[in-house]
Structures are given as C-alpha cells and as structure tokens.
C-alpha cells in the first residue's frame, strides 16, 4: 500500500515538474535583448552606449535571470541608416535568436526595424523615434512605443506656452518627416488655443549655418520661435540664436524636442530661457535623483529620456515575461499591457492597447546660470501634462483599436 501511495505521488510530482516546464518556457534557453542603436554619430551622446548601460542595468537589477534562464545584451549600430538598421534587426532575430530590440534612434531606421519585427515575429520597443505612425497607420502587436511621439511634445509646449501668452509662432522645422510631423502637430495645438503661426523655415539635416534661419525667426517678431527637429540642428539654432540676441530682444525659443545632453552641451549661458517638454528630468524626486545618480556613476552624465525609458521599458518587458510564464510576444505583451507603469521614469503610466506607452510630461524651462546651484542642474518645472492630454485618444487608422 506504502509503495503503491509513494508511486502515485511520485507520478503526480513528475506531472506537476512537467507541466511547471511546458509552462515556463524560454526560447534556447537564453533571453536576448539588442540594442540597437547610433554608436558613433549625432544621436550617440542621447542615445549610444548610455542606452546600452540602461539595459544593462535593467537586467543587473533584475538579477541576470528571468524564469531561471540568463539574460543576454547585445549591441549593434545602426550608423542612421535604415538599410543597416533593417539588416542588423533581421540577423538578431533569425541567426542570434534575439527576442526584443531596444532603442533605435531616427524614425526612418525606426520603421525599418518594426517592419522587421512584424514579419519575423518577434517584440520591437522604440525609445528615441517618436513618429506617431508607430501607433497609429503602421501599428503592430509586435511593436512599442516607450517614451514619447511627436504630438505629446508638440502638444506639451505648444499648449502650455500658448496658455502662458506665447501665441505667435515662427517655426525652424528640419527639413524630413520627423520635423514635419512636429511642425504639424504644434501648428495645430498653437491655432487650436487662439494663436497663429507667422510662417516656417526648413534647414536641411545636419545644416552647417543656420544663421539665415535664424535671421528669418527674428525678423519675424514671433514671440516663440519653434524649434521643430532635432540634433545637430537643434542645438545650433539655439547656440546661434543666442549669438543673434534672440533672447535679449524677448523673443523665447520653444524647443519641441530637446534632451538635457543638449542642454549641457549647448551651455546655460546660450540656453537660458528656453522652454520644452520632457518625459523625464534626473532631478525631479528621490526616485529619479537615485537611479540617475547610479546612471551617473557609469556614464559620467545625467541621463536622457530616451535611456532612461530603456531601463523602465527593459524592467517592465522582463517583468512580463515572468508573468508570462514563457518569452513568447504576444503572451508577454499582453501581460505588460495588464499592469500600470509606475517607477522611477513614468508616472501614471499605462501600455494601450495601441501599444503606445501613455504617461505624464513635463513643461520645463532652462535655468540662468544663477538659479543652477550644481551639475546638471538645469530645469525648472513649470507643469505637469497628463499622458491623456499630451497623446491624445487612440489613432482610429491603428488596426489594434477597438472600432
């Protein structure tokens, strides 16, 4: 009778292992994360290797396993070419079995790479691209946008700054589809709340003198000059506006996208004044000041956004994957869409079913050289935006939305 008991249970101990593995199932045994990102050209200060210490610390954080398996770091860089970028993303998932890129600075790289990741079927989180295309026409199950678009910065200063009487606008726009898009989305918000736009210049990416443009904005009398577009472009216009007397003369600059790597780049002396939208600022809270300062301690600088939200978007995906039970996307996705995004880099955050990261912004302003009190003490917060007011309802063209 002993040995009959000790067999059934025997059975039943073997059944119950077998199925806890069905259950707990990691492809090859290894969780691989690529980021893939700009190592070497203009987006690599923002992005580059501080990206990749972001994941990295993810994963140290998280203790190197999930569901008992390693995980795994790779890198690649995609030099903002998106043939490079879709041909790194196609080797990752099909030779080096790597279940989620990360990062992907520039929309045109970025949109490679989803298309990629719808077609092998495998998890894409975008942090430094902000096309709203992402989660609206060309949204896929397989894809995620972590930390911002182009309309939750648009919208942010647009709005904010029409509200505190900045109702002339004059935009720089760089002249490809992301400026675009900003202009776009900021002419909209800045005519909706009873402003006007004056006009627009477009500069080239990469624009060696912007001094022309510059003169344009300032003979325009607008009394916010919109910087829509990003590095190089950006952190010159701003340089060279303040050679100009751009600021002394009371006009602001709104910078519809600028990181605090620009910030510090571009110095408080030529920056001071300038308004923009952040989804994260190093020295908000005791949360943000301690994992920054951890940040600090391997990079030598604060961190952006943009790496900042690879850490938060790494940790939320690891965590998915042990709720899971299994690395399989779409299960792991689904379980990341179930809970709130609450840590250090998002404050009422949420995962759509758009697959669009939802959470608050920050209106910012550039601190004088007098108000900075010691490093990288940059910001003063004007407001806090609501993730529903700065992204707005789903995009009805995103085949995921509910009709």
């Known amino acids: 009778m002993i040995a009959t008991r000790l067999a059934v249970f025997g059975t039943l101990a073997a059944a119950l292992l077998a199925s806890s593995a069905a259950s707990a199932q990691v492809s090859d045994d290894i969780v691989k994360i690529g980021v893939l990102t700009d190592m070497n050209g203009p987006a690599s200060t923002p992005t580059g290797q501080g990206s990749v210490t972001a994941a990295q610390m993810a994963v140290d954080d998280f203790g190197g396993k999930v569901l008992g398996k390693p995980i795994s770091v790779i890198v690649g860089d995609h030099q903002l070419k998106p043939d490079i970028g879709a041909t790194i993303a ?30 092998k079927k495998k998890l894409f989180i975008t942090h430094s691209t902000g096309a709203t295309d992402f989660h609206g026409k060309f949204c896929s199950p397989y894809a995620m946008q972590w930390v911002f678009d182009t309309r939750a910065l648009a919208v942010g200063t647009a709005q904010e700054v029409v509200k505190r009487g900045g109702d002339s606008w004059f935009f720089i726009t760089d002249d490809y589809a992301f400026g675009h898009s900003l202009e776009k989305d900021a002419s909209a918000i800045v005519t909706k709340n009873g402003g006007k736009v004056l006009g627009a210049v477009r500069p080239p990416f990469a624009t060696p003198d912007l001094s022309s443009f510059i003169l344009q904005a300032q003979a325009s009398k607008a009394k916010i000059i919109g910087i829509a577009g990003g590095p190089p472009n950006n952190t010159n216009e701003i340089k060279t506006a303040a050679e100009f007397g751009v600021f002394a003369g009371g006009q602001q600059m709104a910078a519809l996208l600028a990181l605090i790597t620009d910030i510090h780049s571009i110095g408080l002396s030529a920056a001071q004044g300038l308004l923009l939208t952040t989804s994260f600022y190093w020295d908000m809270d005791d949360k943000t000041r301690e994992w920054s300062k951890r940040y600090f301690a391997k990079m030598n600088r604060m961190p952006t956004m943009w790496q900042a939200g690879v850490y938060s978007s790494v940790t939320a995906y690891l965590n998915g994957i042990k709720d899971a039970g299994t690395d399989d996307p779409l299960k792991v996705a689904a379980k990341m869409r179930e809970k ?24 910012v302003q550039v601190k004088t050289p007098a108000e900075s009190k010691y490093p990288w003490d940059y910001y ?3 407001a806090k935006i609501s993730g529903e007011d700065a992204f707005g309802p789903p995009d009805p063209a995103c085949s995921m939305v509910k009709k």
């Open 90 to 119: 196609r080797r990752w998932y099909d030779v080096d079995q790597v279940d989620l890129i990360v990062d992907v600075p520039v929309s045109a790289v970025g949109l490679a790479v989803q298309n990629i990741a719808n077609e």
């Open 380 to 382: 003063k917060i004007l």
């Open 340 to 363: 709130p995004v609450e840590d250090f880099f998002a404050r009422n955050g949420k995962l759509r079913e758009d697959n669009l990261m939802v959470h608050d912004l920050w209106l």
